[in-house]
Nanobody, 127 residues
Framework: QVQVQESGPGLVKPSATLSVTCSVSGGSITATNYYWSWIRQIPGKGLQWIAYIGYRGTPYYRSSLKSRTTISRDTAKNQFTLQLRSVTPEDTGVYYC???????????????????WGQGTQVTVSS
C-alpha cells in the first residue's frame, strides 16, 4: 500500500517561501498513471487543491496560486516538494500530500478519491 508523509517547517515568516516535502513509500512516484498532489485546509474553509505532479513529471497548478507555486520531485529520494513564495498569514493552514490514480478532481477535493493521504503538517505564517 502506498503511503505518504509530509514534512515542513511549522512556522514561516511573512513574505518568505514555504517549502514542504512529501515522502512516498510502498510505491514509486514514477509509477504509471499516478499523480501526486498538495492540498491545504485553511481555517474555516474546505480542502483546497494547490498543485499536482504526474508520473511523467509534468506539473499542474491551481490558477489562483500558480504565480507563487512550484511543485517538483526527486525520483532518487521518492519525494515531491511544494514551494509557495511570498506567503501571507492567509496561507496558514494544514498542508496535505496525497496520491491518486489518474488526475484528481481539482475543483472538488474528496479524500476518498485518493489512494493515499498524509496526516498533514501545520504551517503557520507569522512574524
Amino acid at each position: 500500500q502506498v503511503q505518504v508523509q509530509e514534512s515542513g517547517p511549522g512556522l514561516v515568516k511573512p513574505s518568505a517561501t514555504l517549502s514542504v516535502t512529501c515522502s512516498v513509500s510502498g510505491g514509486s512516484i514514477t509509477a504509471t498513471n499516478y499523480y501526486w498532489s498538495w492540498i491545504r485546509q485553511i481555517p474555516g474553509k474546505g480542502l483546497q487543491w494547490i498543485a499536482y505532479i504526474g508520473y511523467r513529471g509534468t506539473p499542474y497548478y491551481r490558477s489562483s496560486l500558480k504565480s507563487r507555486t512550484t511543485i517538483s520531485r526527486d525520483t532518487a529520494k521518492n519525494q515531491f516538494t511544494l514551494q509557495l513564495r511570498s506567503v501571507t498569514p492567509e496561507d496558514t493552514g494544514v498542508y496535505y500530500c496525497a496520491g491518486s490514480i489518474g488526475t484528481p478532481d481539482t475543483g472538488n477535493v474528496n479524500r476518498g478519491d485518493f489512494v493515499s493521504w498524509g496526516q498533514g503538517t501545520q504551517v503557520t505564517v507569522s512574524s
